[in-house]
């Protein structure tokens, strides 16, 4: 009834298939593992049920929510009072003075935290002033961009101070630093995967650039999009500066959004993106975590540094029935890379002329006599069992291919 009444009073129509799966499974024993892109509801997937679970009247810290960045403390703290304001909640962030928390942390304790890993350590672990040790709740919200060798120094700390709260892990997907720490504490885990089946509505335009330069390709692109909010992510610091100044020289209303700037700043920019005063934000991977506000286009200047940021980078598009666009530029060092990618994502690939992007059609080669009777020499079997259709096609390209060197063979013989 509470989860109800609350989705009612926040406008949503329906649940999605994260909300729903973690609705199902917060009571089991299990811990639980959440797979979800951003943008999918996932916050409230958490906020909900472990609400309606805290008791208003216990004067303790009952739940502790980390996120990676001080921006989606801010964003999780306003979407929670929305959805009930009745509890003592504190949202430890970077401009907040570091000695006042402490002070009044000795005279009384919040009912549920959300911070950041670095300012929960600073509480709980140095100054020994957030005791989280009766919490009935950890949850590790986007883990996969906390998880690096300082974060994963200290968390057995934490983890060993709540051992009796139920955790919940949410991330876009399970990258390989998130393995042995999901092993080590998460035991038989409920694991709740929809990044399949919540499908953003994305269109994926590859650029194959060949040889030619990059930022001038940019420039050309940029001469044939109009955006509403354009993401432009790039890799390396000092390339992050020259993309801003190019741009910039172009007349273009563009903001070089850097990991360096202060939480102030960094909020009055957000404000201005929002407010439309800028319609191309150059950015790095570490700079954009937590950035939440509607963006039409990604464009990957580069690719990122680890294959998995790609989708996080891309799913600031396409979310929440919005429909989005992706550029990545393709050059002769990239195949290797993108050929994993095309395994994630159904790449459309384009081509860059003085009128627009073009899309190319590939052609499709006509099957030859010799390939034809390939495939049908293939043996179906009586009953159709699991995984049918994907081993046909693995059998089906096999035969194609024996024929096809089949056919080299006599013609060369």
């Known amino acids: 009834m509470y989860i109800k009444e609350k989705l009612e009073k926040l406008g949503f129509k329906s649940t999605t298939p994260i909300q729903d799966g973690v609705f199902d499974a917060i ?14 509801g996932k916050t ?47 949202a430890y962030e970077a ?13 009384a304790q919040p009912q549920i935290v959300i911070t950041t890993p670095n300012r929960l350590k600073y509480l709980a672990v140095d100054e020994q002033a957030l005791n989280i040790k009766d919490a009935k709740f950890l ?23 709540m051992d009796h709260a139920k955790y919940l892990l949410f991330s876009a997907t399970i990258t390989k630093p998130m393995e042995p720490f999901i092993r080590a504490y998460f035991g038989s885990y409920d694991l709740i995967d929809t990044s399949k089946s919540h499908e953003l509505d994305i269109e994926y335009q590859l650029i194959n650039i060949k040889h030619q ?25 000092e390339n992050q500066d020259l993309v801003y100044e190019s741009l910039y020289e172009l007349g273009l209303n563009v903001i070089n959004f850097k990991s360096s700037l202060g939480i102030k ?38 690719l990122p540094h680890h294959l998995e940021f790609f989708m996080h980078r891309s799913g600031r598009t396409g979310r929440m029935n919005d429909s989005g666009v992706v550029i990545t530029f393709l050059n002769v060092d990239d195949h290797r890379r ?8 159904d790449f459309k690939e384009y081509q860059l002329t003085p009128e627009g992007l073009i899309e190319k059609v590939s052609k499709k080669r006509p ?28 059998q089906v390209s096999k035969a194609k291919k024996q024929a096809r060197r089949r056919e080299l063979y006599d013609q060369n013989r």
């Open 27 to 40: 009571d089991h024993k299990k811990h639980l593992v959440g797979l979800a892109p951003t943008g999918t």
């Open 44 to 90: 409230h997937a958490y906020l909900l049920p472990i609400l309606e679970r805290l008791d208003v009247n216990m004067m303790k810290t009952q739940a502790v929510i980390l996120v990676p960045t001080n921006e989606l403390v801010v964003q999780v703290y306003q979407m929670l009072m929305l959805t009930d304001d009745r509890f003592n909640v504190k």
């Open 95 to 107: 401009s907040r003075d570091k000695q006042k928390d402490v002070s009044w942390l000795k005279k």
């Open 139 to 161: 949850v590790l919200d986007e883990a996969d961009m906390m998880f690096d060798e300082e974060f994963m120094g200290w968390i057995d700390g934490i983890i060993q101070m």
């Open 213 to 237: 330069d990059r930022l001038e390709s940019l420039k050309k692109v940029i001469k044939h999009i109009n955006p509403y909010v354009c993401l432009i992510f790039v890799s390396k610091k």
């Open 265 to 302: 700043r960094r909020k009055q920019i957000i404000d201005e993106i929002k407010n439309m005063k800028y319609q191309y934000v150059v950015t790095s991977d570490l700079a954009a975590r937590g950035l939440d506000f509607k963006i039409s286009h990604v464009i990957h200047f580069d």
């Open 338 to 345: 993108i050929d994993k990618l095309r395994k994630l994502v």
């Open 367 to 394: 099957l030859s006599e010799a390939e034809k009777q390939a495939i049908k020499s293939i043996k179906k079997p009586k009953k159709v069992k699991p995984n049918y259709k994907k081993k046909n096609k693995q």
